[in-house]
């Protein structure tokens, strides 16, 4: 094995007597395609804020591609090359959809304050191109609200695939999405991912999802990384079974 994309070391954080990770040693190699299973309060978002720099952990370390960034801001994170969506899409809703490309398209450029002049500085093909990976180019003129949630959940990642990452971080991008669609969804964004050839953690709670779409699998209990494995040997694992996956 190669030096790991992203790894953590005894990462530690408690919010009052509630431990949310609880000494996370966890490392990822490139073009795994990790699915997080847990159950609700597991920890689970807590530690992508952690990796993604939203959350400082109490003690221990997060290193990207073999450099720490444990405590950076989540904008030069993402300028190293990891970029994360949202269980609750963070959309510029009063934008249209080509829009909300191009500002968070901005921010891998510049800062803040010079998004409306950076803005101009991403190429129509480039926002084109990502638009078209996502499958929303017919409602790319569209206002963001009025999209349904599967295409505001794609949208929030054509937000990040725009930031062009080694990782994408996506927190459960089938959430809020009808049984039917949630195949659609992830062949659709796994595409996107293979074409850019993008490394990928992704928060699920569906077992078909989780068994279809990714080569491994970590499980959550109380902040700790309970089983680690295959698909298949994860979701085999007794004590995932009952406490997890709640059989
Ligand atoms: N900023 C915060 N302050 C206090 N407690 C928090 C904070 N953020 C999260 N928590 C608590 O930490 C625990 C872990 O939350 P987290 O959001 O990481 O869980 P999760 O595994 O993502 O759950 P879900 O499946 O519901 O999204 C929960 O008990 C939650 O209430
Ligand atoms: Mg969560």
């Not at 990790?34 to 959350?55: D, E, H, P, R």
């Not at 190429?123 to 638009?131: C, G, K, P, T």
């Not at 054509?158 to 990452?165: D, H, I, Q, T």
């Not at 927190?171 to 669609?181: A, K, W």
């Amino acid at each position: 094995m190669g030096q790991a994309l992203l790894q953590t070391i005894d990462l530690k954080l408690s919010f009052g007597a509630v431990v949310v990770a609880d000494n996370i040693n966890f490392s990822l190699q490139q073009g795994e395609r990790l699915a997080v299973i847990g159950q609700n309060g597991a920890g689970k978002t807590t530690f992508i804020n952690i990796c993604t720099g939203l959350i400082r952990p109490q003690s221990g370390k997060v290193l990207f591609d073999g450099n720490e960034i444990t405590g950076l801001a989540p904008r030069v994170i993402v300028k190293r090359g990891m970029a994360r969506s949202f269980q609750l899409p963070q959309l510029f809703l009063e934008h249209t959809v080509r829009d909300c490309v191009r500002l968070a398209a901005a921010g891998r450029i510049g800062r803040l304050g010079l998004w409306n002049s950076l803005a101009q500085s991403v190429s129509n093909a480039e926002i084109d191109h990502v638009l078209e990976m996502v499958g929303l180019s017919a409602r790319a003129d569209e206002l963001s609200e009025l999209l349904p949630e599967g295409h505001r959940k794609l949208l929030d990642i054509a937000m990040a695939l725009v930031l062009k990452p080694k990782l994408l971080v996506l927190d459960e991008p089938t959430s809020g999405v009808s049984t039917d669609e949630k195949h659609g969804l992830m062949a659709t964004i796994m595409a996107a991912l293979d074409e850019q050839k993008i490394t990928a953690i992704f928060v699920e709670h569906d077992v078909d999802i989780v068994t279809r779409y990714a080569t491994r699998v970590a499980a959550w209990i109380s902040g700790r990384v309970a089983a680690d494995g295959t698909p298949t040997e994860v979701l085999n694992d007794p004590e995932i079974r009952k406490n997890v996956i709640g059989e």
